[in-house]
């Protein structure tokens, strides 16, 4: 079982976490569904994969209650985290509202990780981190972490609240998204933990066919699946930890078991190796923009700058 020091807060959690991403609103899934997504967090919980990652926009909140209904009896066991999204007009009442909703929602009374969920260059975080952190003092907020921050951007954060430890930064990463996560991995200035969502790539795994022959190999060679032999690479990383979402039972019990796979140095150096920097060139018109059932993508600038629901 992988426990790793979680950035620099002093604390070891579990290697890798659990997503709930796709749990939808209220009504969106039958109640036999959901009742499936919380038995499989509670198994993984059972199985030691004790990092739960959530976030208040998830189902407009549903995800929330249903990770409060999952930890019920086992909350002491588990490193939870949430996130939420400031815009620039919040006001001290809006922000002690969401932070207050998502412990409401949650069933607990502090949350290990609460994280700024997307930047947002119009909000001012010295005014939101100064409501947090009294929040923090009081117990109810352990560790501050951010989300889809650049390495720029993290920097601009870090001169703007100077007195504000920012414990990890969640980005997109795997066998095929790798820029971001590699600048931060070598990065001087963020020491913080680095939490890997997608990191099996949307259930794709690998980014290219030569990444697909080598994971094959190797997962003849220890005996496991191609997924667990990614997340194991993950994990070999200093700060990584990946959050893998999982509905079945089998893919539970697949993930936990990846956290007792140690791959050796030579194997680790192979699939870094084909962690390359290979550029697709795609057609404007071929890219086709889904959006959520909760969220239509943006078509203009003036839709993403004004990030309008």
């Not at 976490?17 to 796709?22: A, D, E, N």
């Not at 700024?116 to 929040?135: G, M």
């Not at 650049?150 to 969640?170: G, H, M, V």
């Not at 699939?271 to 239509?296: H, M, V």
């Amino acid at each position: 079982m992988q426990y790793k020091p979680f950035g620099e807060t002093g604390v070891r959690i579990a290697g890798i976490g659990q997503g709930t991403t796709g749990m939808g609103t209220k009504h969106l899934f039958p109640n036999e569904y959901i009742q499936k997504r919380i038995h499989a967090l509670k198994l993984g919980i059972d199985l030691g994969m004790t990092f739960v990652d959530t976030a208040s926009l998830y189902g407009n909140g549903f995800s929330e209650e249903v990770v409060g209904i999952a930890l019920k009896g086992v909350r002491h066991k588990c490193f939870l985290a949430t996130k939420f999204y400031p815009h620039e007009k919040m006001n001290s009442q809006d922000i002690r509202q969401a932070l207050e909703g998502s412990l409401e929602r949650l069933q607990t009374d502090w949350i290990d990780l609460y994280q700024i969920h997307w930047p947002n260059h119009r909000v001012k975080y010295q005014s939101v981190f100064e409501v947090l952190d009294k929040y923090r003092m009081g117990g109810a907020i352990r560790f501050f972490g951010i989300c889809n921050f650049t390495p720029q951007e993290t920097s601009a954060l870090s001169k703007c609240i100077p007195d504000i430890s920012i414990a990890s930064n969640e980005i997109e990463l795997n066998l095929q998204a790798r820029l971001m996560g590699n600048e931060f991995l070598h990065s001087h200035d963020f020491k913080g933990a680095l939490l890997a969502y997608s990191p099996l790539n949307q259930g794709r795994i690998v980014g290219t066919e030569a990444q697909a022959r080598l994971i094959r190999t190797l997962g003849e060679k220890y005996r496991v699946t191609p997924s667990q032999v990614v997340l194991a690479w993950l994990l070999s990383l200093e700060r990584v930890f990946p959050i893998v979402k999982a509905a079945t039972q089998r893919h539970i019990k697949n993930n936990a078991e990846a956290m007792h796979l140690v791959l050796s140095p030579e194997d680790i150096q192979q699939i870094s190796n084909s962690w390359g920097d290979e550029i697709f060139e795609a057609k404007p018109e071929r890219i086709k923009l889904r959006g959520t059932p909760q969220r239509k993508p943006y078509l203009t600038e003036e839709e993403a700058i004004e990030n309008s629901p």
